[in-house]
């Protein structure tokens, strides 16, 4: 039968605690963490954690159903027991107690935090971790490193299992990047701990630990798909019929949306989703629902998200304004399609919190002239960008211009 310490739990004192350990299980642990560990009722954990702590356990010990309940809600039903999570590493990094501290007060738990795996890997390797690209793609989309991709660049990426690194070393391969050097680091910090490198070119590690994380040393070859920085990529990178806002002018589009890190976009006839991906590119934290009704639309731009290593972008199948009702609330919205039919603009600008930014662009006339009367209406920016590119005449070259683009950029007051 489990102690009964919850009488010794004063009121205001932390409940819960999370507890990062590593594969050198109880050795590595300082001594705090094996009293939080030893002191709960409840002991909650992977099989593997709880095999780790087993001699310091004292209370009941729970594993993690399957599947695996993000509610936490067992943890959260026992506030103002002594509780006791378990975790990989830093559980604050990528970690259960990112999950857990969005439920539970910062003043109601206590994080130990051991080395994480990233920690673990840039020691191996050297490798200051500051200058690093981190990304954990256990149980996310390996599409997630796609954008880490440049020339010299070193990555670290947690899999979720063993064929993990094979996939991504045949994303890499398949992308320009055959060339880059691999790196697995199997079980660190533990008895079964094991270092393999190869390139990504040529995979063959087998029977890999299902704990692994794998350093990348970008290489590219000449025809890489490289993401760059910055705004206004290469139409050419992008899956589309025609239906894109192009790149000089998708450049100053994103200048005027003003990506700020955290932000929520609403893509209004997202064509190719082009505006939505680029948004997302600008910071992991951005956020977008790209809103089209076109189906084979909507499958390109889930293919041009996954390619482009956004999987997360959200697609919405759809017309406006009927489409908007049951959306999050945006802190920006882009309307470059469809904005001149009934309703849809001022559903957008009814959307919109105060302080919430507005770009919309127009080609037809008939757009254009819903922008001129918003702007004679509620003020913001109007502008008319022009393009002309350099394009063969005959035998000479001379300057083609594109159809001019207005624009609209509002803030609501």
Same mark, same amino acid.
Request: glycine share 10%; charged share 20%.
């Given at each position: ?13 932390? /409940? ?100 994480? $795996?990233?920690?673990? +890997? ?129 450049? +100053?589009?994103? &200048? ?9 976009? /609403?893509?209004?006839?997202?064509? $190719? ?8 590119? &600008? ?64 559903? +957008? ?58 624009? /609209? ?5």
């Amino acid at each position: 039968m489990a102690p009964d310490l919850s009488a010794s739990l004063l009121p205001g004192q932390p /409940w819960l605690s999370i507890v990062g350990i590593g594969e050198d299980g109880l050795a590595g642990l300082g001594e705090r963490s094996r009293q939080a560990i030893s002191e709960a009722e409840f002991v909650f954990g992977g099989t593997r954690h709880l095999e780790l702590a087993k001699a310091a356990i004292t209370g009941e010990a729970h594993a993690w159903p399957q599947p695996f309940d993000s509610g936490m809600k067992a943890v959260t039903a026992l506030k103002g027991r002594k509780v006791c999570v378990l975790a990989s590493g830093d559980p604050l990094f990528f970690g259960v107690g990112v999950t857990l501290a969005r439920q539970i007060p910062a003043d109601e738990f206590l994080a130990y935090p051991a080395p994480s $795996a990233f920690s673990l +890997a840039a020691s191996r390797l050297g490798w200051a971790l500051q200058d690093v690209e981190t990304v954990s793609l256990h149980g996310r989309s390996p599409d997630l490193i796609r954008s880490l991709l440049h020339p010299g660049r070193k990555v670290l990426a947690l899999t979720s299992d063993e064929h993990g690194p094979a996939t991504i070393a045949k994303l890499l391969a398949e992308n320009g990047f055959g060339e880059s050097r691999i790196t697995v680091l199997e079980a660190l910090g533990g008895d079964r701990e094991k270092i393999s490198r190869v390139k990504a070119l040529s995979f063959d590690l087998v029977d890999l630990d299902p704990l692994n994380i794998i350093a990348v040393d970008v290489q590219a070859e000449p025809q890489a798909r490289i993401l760059p920085l910055g705004f206004g990529l290469a139409d050419e990178l992008f899956e589309h019929d025609g239906q894109i806002t192009k790149r000089e002018v998708r450049a +100053a589009t994103l &200048a005027a949306l003003s990506p700020r890190r955290g932000e929520l976009l /609403w893509d209004i006839g997202a064509g $190719a989703g082009s505006i939505s991906i680029e948004w997302m590119l &600008a910071h992991p934290s951005m956020r977008a629902v790209a809103v089209e009704h076109h189906p084979e639309r909507i499958a390109r731009i889930r293919r041009n998200a996954a390619s482009f290593g956004v999987p997360s972008l959200q697609v919405v199948e759809g017309k406006a304004p009927s489409a908007l009702g049951d959306l999050p609330t945006p802190d920006v919205i882009f309307i470059g399609g469809g904005g001149s039919k009934d309703g849809v603009l001022e559903a +957008a600008i009814a959307a919109l919190p105060l302080g919430g930014r507005l770009v919309a662009n127009a080609v037809t006339l008939e757009m254009e002239r819903v922008l001129l009367e918003a702007q004679a209406r509620l003020g913001g920016r109007l502008i008319r960008l022009s393009v002309d590119r350099a394009e063969p005449v005959g035998p000479m070259t001379g300057w083609r211009a594109a159809m001019p683009v207005t624009q /609209w950029a509002w803030v609501k007051a």
